[in-house]
């Protein structure tokens, strides 16, 4: 992602670490969010234009089997 870093922090969720990074959209003025995490050797990325308590809520619904 190409956009201006606004803030990076990890969050917890079920015992895995997930690095966040919020960006911000300088055309549209939208706040952009990126999710990144390892799970049993592999890595996931989530990413997208949403509200951060909307992301935030995706985030700690995730479920690690």
Known sequence: IE?????????EVDNVEIQITEYSIEKSKQ???SANF????????LTGII???EFEKIL??????
């Open 51 to 53: 509200e951060k308590d």
């Open 60 to 65: 700690e619904n995730l479920h690690f089997f």
């Open 3 to 11: 956009d201006k870093i606004i803030e990076e922090y990890t969050k």
């Open 31 to 33: 706040q952009e969010f």
């Open 38 to 45: 390892q799970y049993e050797d592999v890595t996931y990325i």
